[in-house]
């Protein structure tokens, strides 16, 4: 059974930091491009960040040079470092394989706030 569990969400001020991490199973991690999407409230779920099986990235314009995604392929773990953090950034943040029609996990709360 494939599964997502992502932690590391919070409460941040803006310019803060923090670091999401993804553990995923239930099928070959490393054959996989993942990425982590977001949802914030009364808006539809975006894709913020890809990283493909070799390890090439890509980002969505609104987190460019800001947040960089990363996967440990031992761990079968992807990551989120998010930098200078705005409240536009607030959303729960899932991550997934690429691409894929199938069930999401539970998402993590990132509110970012004064």
């Known amino acids: 059974q494939v599964q997502f569990v992502e932690s590391g969400g919070g409460l941040v001020q803006p310019g803060g930091s923090l670091r999401l991490s993804c553990a995923a199973s239930?099928?070959?991690?490393?054959?996989?491009?993942m990425a982590w999407y977001r949802q914030a409230p009364g808006k539809e779920r975006e894709l913020v960040a890809r990283?493909?099986?070799?390890?090439?990235?890509d980002y969505a314009d609104s987190v460019k040079d800001r947040f960089t995604i990363s996967r440990d392929n031992a761990k079968n773990t992807v990551y989120l470092q998010m930098n200078s953090l705005k409240p536009e950034d607030t959303a729960v943040y899932y991550c997934k394989i690429y691409a894929w029609a199938g069930s999401w996990g539970q998402g993590t709360q990132v509110t970012v706030s004064s």
């Open positions: 990283i493909s099986a070799s390890r090439n990235t």
């Open positions: 239930g099928f070959t991690f490393t054959a996989y491009n």
